[in-house]
Structure formats: C-alpha cells, structure tokens
C-alpha cells in the first residue's frame, strides 16, 4: 500500500464546518417556524370552536327558560380558555336579542366573543315559538 506525502484528507475543513452548521441552523429554524405556526393556527381553531360551543349552550338556555338572564362576569372563575368568554350585550336585558318574525316566532339571537387575539366572533341565530301571554 502507497501512502503519499501529500494526502491531504485529513476530515472537514474550518469552512466546510461552518457551511455545514449553517445549512443545520436554516433546517431547523424553518422546521420550527412551521411548528409554531401550526401550532399557533390549531389553537385559534380550537378556541374558535369551544366558544360556538358556549354560543351553543347559552342559546339552548335560552330556548329552555326564555326569562333567563346572561351574566357575563359568571363565567370569570371557569378554566381557560371560558375564562376569556363573554356574551355581548345587546338591545334586551336578558343578554341575548329576541326579534318578532310573525305572529307566531321569534328569532333569537347570542354573540359570543373572545378577548384572546385574533379570535372571531360567534353569533348563532335560532327560531322559538313565542310564549303565550
């Protein structure tokens, strides 16, 4: 076997490292980028869908008891994110805005609303025969 005087494969040079690491540190920073956004955007998602879910229960107690009242600070001591819920007040002062359709309907409805950023508002409408006086 000949070994030469002159073979210079001795491992990586100084430069090939640094390209290397700095090949690496792009990799990895859009890997993590994408990774937050995701997560960020599954989260919105998330909330999003738990407050049509409180829209949802506050609509159904108010096709139950029509003389119920909404409060929004009774929600204040629940988990996140219900703790960040609140009904918006409307014209009514149960809490939720009932409209005369005809003679014999009333269309009602809740806006929910979140205080964390960039979350939607959810307003669900429902139809209810009207109480008799």
Do not use: H, W
């Not at 990586?12 to 993590?32: G, K, P, S």
């Not at 119920?68 to 994110?81: H, Q, R, W």
């Amino acid at each position: 076997m000949y070994i030469s005087k002159y073979n210079r494969d001795n491992g990586m040079t100084i430069l090939e490292v640094v390209l290397a690491i700095t090949l690496l540190m792009i990799c990895v920073t859009y890997i993590l980028r994408s990774n937050f956004a995701a997560y960020k955007y599954t989260v919105q998602i998330d909330v999003q869908q738990q407050l049509t879910y409180y829209a949802q229960g506050a609509i159904e107690a108010a096709l139950i008891n029509p003389d119920y009242t909404f409060v929004s600070n009774s929600i204040s001591d629940m988990s996140a994110p219900y703790n960040s819920f609140s009904i918006l007040p409307s014209d009514q002062p149960l809490g939720y805005s009932v409209e005369d359709v005809n003679p014999y309907l009333q269309k009602i409805r809740i806006t929910v609303k979140s205080s964390l950023a960039n979350i939607n508002q959810v307003t669900l409408y429902t139809y209810r025969l009207k109480p008799e006086s």
